[in-house]
């Protein structure tokens, strides 16, 4: 095989591996939700578009070889590893949330237009009530994804015993 030859089996190959990848939506509902999807949501602010790429095949198992049935072990076996799977994409959307419910609770450290007031004499001013009630809204965010990955991070113990 030729070193072009190789090269366009590659990019095919690189090209069809990425037509399979998925797209996840975060989106904020007007009451302040963060919610995540895989089809756009009416009434929501779109927050972040997240492309999931899947996991490489396994290796095809040899045409000579009859299909195993699985045993008890094997099932066993198999749904340990389906839940700690599931357990571990968990532990990544909630370390993704807290990343970004952190990056928002930064941003929200300026104060925003109408949320600084003069004082007498001119000389200072003072944040709003609005102000303060929007950065704990930030701290709640964070701690609510925080206390979310704890939570994944348990499931997960909890599957590998």
Aim: avoid cysteine; charge should be positive; charged fraction near 30%.
């Amino acid at each position: 095989m030729t070193a072009i030859n190789g090269i366009v089996a590659l990019v095919l190959a690189a090209g069809a591996g990425l037509a399979a990848a998925e797209t996840v939506y975060k989106y904020e509902r007007p009451d302040g939700k963060v919610i995540y999807s895989d089809s756009p949501v009416k009434g929501a602010k779109l927050i972040g578009k997240f492309d999931l790429v899947p996991a490489p095949s396994s290796p095809a198992v040899r045409r000579s070889e009859p299909p195993r049935r699985p045993t008890g072990a094997d099932s066993a076996a198999d749904r340990r590893t389906m839940a700690l799977d599931a357990a571990d994409a968990r532990i990544k959307a909630a370390d993704l949330a807290l990343k970004d419910a952190t990056e928002r609770q930064q941003a929200a450290v300026e104060p925003l237009p109408g949320e600084r007031l003069g004082n007498a004499g001119g000389r200072n001013t003072r944040l709003t009530p609005e102000y303060f009630a929007r950065q704990r809204a930030a701290v709640a965010e964070v701690d609510a994804a925080r206390a979310d990955l704890d939570e994944a991070y348990r499931l997960r113990n909890e599957a590998r015993e």
